[in-house]
């Protein structure tokens, strides 16, 4: 059960070339800048754009092969999507735009409401059933949407931008709830970004598309140590950090990733553990040294310089420490430091300079 | 305002209000109970109900693939269609009413070998009535039904596809809902306009008592016997489009 994608896709002068597989179980993250071809992407797969050449397979059935001359209609398919825009139904109730795929498939007006209601409790929503999506809030109509792309249980779950059109505060709520739907979704999922960072925290690979073209595809780390393009050096500045959170000291809590631990300041209203927690660093806020660092830095880190790119007056420095991090420093601190590959330093950030994003 | 804008503002509104009152005035009230309860009035207005009402209903069933095609597909002629379309808004009825003899009238283009073959005749029967209504009306609809569909956001309909939804369920239970205003104000203003008509109905279907003859041909036969019973069928008819208006601007036309 396993999505395979080898298209080409010719829209008016736009041409999209692209070949990824996405396993079940893993979310695989389409990161683009605007234009690159995403959303042509989404369309191709939802079966509403036909690809020129190539094959899509989903779970064994072909839904596109332009060598076969097969082509599956969108309603033939079975794709759950939560479109950028939403695109709830504006004159149905919550309830009914989430009963709306049961009820296009046949299923009794009973049965499909009792699953809407039933999916809209489980997302949070429940006591909103009744009100249009133009009386709900942003992250009402998120989670309305999020239902109405599930209720059908479908094989491919595809989330395009599903945080961008939400505010700051919903934004940390609607993230822990994509997160976990991602999580505990059992067939193909796919979410498509043009935020590195979003995409870096949400899924498990990576497939970075520029100019209708796939430019790398990998893991984020893997992405983050070798970016091949400036999109994918973007990845690189993001400092992220995914693990168990656990309390430490007074004020203080270890995040405990796979490739060590950090200190983080412990925010007041978190539970005493949480498992899926994601820590974020920005890389000016890590400092490099040639020596052990005196001071108050909570985090002290050992490594080798693997990479340095420079951008205008500043540059960016790569250290193989465990976690790998990428610091943002001043030309003049590089030639002051003497900085170049292969260089020992120490690497130091404050504790406090550590984002807890809601788990 | 200045006072000379204001008096020919005034003027305007007295254009269209005098003769009101006057039809108000002059209206021989004491009798109107007897004129309007009369049996050819009361034939003459359900003809007329019933005409306007079918010609409406044909009108959106013709009107809607037509505003569909036009709005949202590509075709040789295309500008031709809507010209050809919005034509009898901007004829004179009553050239309506000839070009309509001339197709479906017994010696018509498609009124010939109708009677010839078929016994059937359209002219002064009361679907001739319906015939010159329609055809003056539905252009309304026609354009009505483009501007909903152009405004329409396709996305939606391509949304609901995406979830398991065949073409004519998302015509029915998006499309349609969807454009259930732009629809009702269509219905509504050809349903008027099919009401009013006189000029291609008077030509084309005649003016038969109980058959074609709709309430403007009543008012306009009655004027030459008795003025007073022609004013009071006017009121009536004056006071179903002013509730059309009314109903129009509450639910459908957004005033600010």
Do not use: C
Not at chain 1, 166 to 186: C, M, N, W
Not at chain 2, 106 to 114: A, C, E, F, K
Not at chain 2, 201 to 207: E, H, K, Q, S, V
Request: charged share 20%; net charge neutral.
């Amino acid at each position: 059960m396993s999505l395979h994608v080898d298209v080409e896709v010719a829209v008016d002068h736009f041409r999209l070339e692209a070949e990824f597989v996405a396993e079940p179980g893993e979310t695989v993250g389409l990161l683009g800048p605007n234009g690159a071809g995403k959303s042509t992407l989404v369309s191709v797969l939802a079966g509403l754009t036909e690809p020129a050449e190539g094959r899509v397979e989903l779970d064994g059935s072909v839904l596109d092969d332009r060598a076969g001359h097969v082509h599956m209609n969108p309603e033939e398919r079975s794709v759950g999507i939560v479109f950028q825009d939403l695109l709830l139904f504006p004159h149905l109730t919550a309830e009914d735009n989430v009963a709306f795929p049961l009820r296009a498939r046949g299923v009794p007006a009973r049965d499909a409401t009792d699953r809407a209601r039933m999916l809209l409790g489980r997302l949070g929503v429940g006591e909103r059933a009744n009100a249009r999506p133009a009386e709900l809030s942003g992250g009402e109509a998120q989670r309305v949407a999020l239902a109405r792309a599930l209720v059908a249980e479908p094989r491919l779950l595809l989330l395009d931008e599903p945080l961008s059109a939400l505010d700051v505060q919903a934004r940390g709520r609607i993230r822990s709830l994509v997160l976990e739907t991602l999580r505990t979704f059992p067939g193909v999922r796919l979410l498509v970004t043009h935020d590195p960072m979003e995409a870096a925290v949400l899924s498990d690979r990576l497939v970075l598309l520029e100019e209708g073209r796939v430019t790398q595809t990998g893991t984020p780390d893997e992405i983050r140590r070798a970016p091949r393009t400036s999109f994918a050096a973007d990845l690189v500045g993001v400092n992220f950090f995914a693990g168990r959170l656990e309390r430490a000291d007074e004020g203080t809590g270890r995040l405990v990733t796979s490739a060590g631990e950090i200190v983080v300041a412990w925010p007041s209203d978190l539970p005493e553990r949480s498992e899926d927690a994601i820590g974020v660093l920005r890389p000016i806020d890590i400092s490099l040294h040639l020596q052990p660092p005196e001071g108050s830095a909570r985090n002290v880190f050992r490594g080798r310089v693997v990479g340095i790119e420079i951008a205008g007056d500043r540059a960016r420095v790569q250290v193989d420490s465990s976690p790998l991090l990428v610091a943002e420093v001043t030309l003049g601190s590089i030639s002051r430091l003497g900085l170049v590959e292969g260089t020992d330093v120490w690497a130091s950030f404050k504790a406090v300079e550590v984002t807890l994003l809601p788990p | 305002m200045p006072a000379a804008l204001a008096l020919i503002a005034g003027l305007g509104v007295a254009l269209v209000a005098l003769p009101l009152i006057g039809l108000i005035i002059r209206t021989p009230w004491s009798r109107a109970g007897d004129i309007l309860g009369s049996g050819s009035a009361r034939t003459a207005l359900r003809l007329s109900l019933i005409v306007a009402t079918t010609s409406a209903l044909v009108g959106l069933l013709v009107g809607f693939p037509l505003a569909w095609a036009l709005a949202r597909s590509q075709f040789r002629g295309k500008a031709l269609v809507r010209a050809l379309v919005v034509l009898p808004l901007v004829m004179p009825p009553v050239v309506g009413g000839v070009a309509l003899l001339s197709a479906f009238g017994r010696r018509g283009l498609v009124g010939g070998p109708l009677y010839d073959v078929f016994g059937l005749q359209i002219t002064f029967t009361v679907w001739a009535a319906v015939l010159a209504s329609t055809f003056v009306s539905f252009p309304l609809l026609v354009l009505a039904l483009e501007v909903g569909l152009r405004s329409l956001d396709v996305r939606l309909e391509d949304a609901a596809s995406t979830m398991g939804a065949p073409r004519w369920y998302v015509l029915r239970r998006v499309t349609l809902p969807l454009l259930a205003p732009q629809i009702a104000a269509g219905l509504v203003l050809a349903w008027a306009r099919a009401l009013g008509e006189f000029g291609a109905t008077i030509t084309f279907a005649g003016n038969l008592p109980g058959r074609t003859q709709t309430l403007p041909l009543a008012v306009f036969e009655q004027l030459q016997t008795d003025p007073g019973g022609a004013i009071a069928l006017s009121l009536l008819l004056v006071t179903v489009s002013f509730v059309v208006i009314v109903t129009l601007r509450g639910r459908f036309l957004q005033t600010r």
